[in-house]
């Protein structure tokens, strides 16, 4: 993965989702409210790699702001008909994720909370899933933001990352006595 950071500029984040149901992940901020913010993905290679859907997150409170499968009108230049987007004439200061899925894992409601199409999901690699999905590469820009690390989450691992956190806040409260 690519990790970048700067302030108000064309950042570019990559790495690969093996599976349907893997959901990649860019955090970002703005130190001020934006006026010109892109967000999008060039990840389709004219369908030479996988259909990317798109959706942009509040991080403070997790509500989804925008989601959307195919929207290459961001940048001409790198974008193909399935890859998808979002130019926001305006931003508020805060912070911000960018979520990258493969298309029909869509977000399941307004929050992140409620997760994903196929989370829960036994894990198919994308070859196998659809013959459209003909490689895993992923691939994000940003322009106008600041940035800070990006985190690939697999489907399977954002479910089982709740519970263990459940599991140990009750185990760490328990003594054993020999």
Do not use: C
Request: without cysteine; hydrophobic residues 45%.
């Amino acid at each position: 993965s690519t990790i970048g950071a700067a302030q108000a500029s064309i950042l570019h984040f990559e790495g690969d989702i093996a599976n349907h149901n893997d959901i990649a992940r860019v955090d970002f901020s703005l130190a001020a409210g934006m006026t010109d913010v892109s967000v999008w993905t060039d990840s389709s290679q004219s369908n030479l790699n996988f259909d990317p859907l798109a959706a942009l997150w509040n991080a403070n409170t997790g509500e989804r702001i925008a989601e959307n499968d195919d929207n290459a009108s961001i940048n001409l230049l790198s974008q193909t008909a399935f890859d998808s987007g979002f130019h926001l004439t305006s931003l508020a200061a805060g912070d911000y994720f960018f979520t990258l899925a493969v298309s029909d894992n869509f977000a399941v409601g307004s929050t992140i909370s409620k997760g994903f199409s196929f989370d829960g999901t036994t894990p198919i690699p994308l070859a196998d899933w659809t013959p459209d999905a003909k490689g895993t590469h992923w691939s994000i820009w940003l322009n106008g933001v600041d940035a800070i690390p990006t985190v690939p989450i697999p489907g399977t691992v954002w479910l089982l990352g709740s519970a263990m956190l459940g599991l140990m806040s009750i185990f760490r409260h328990k003594t054993v006595i020999l």
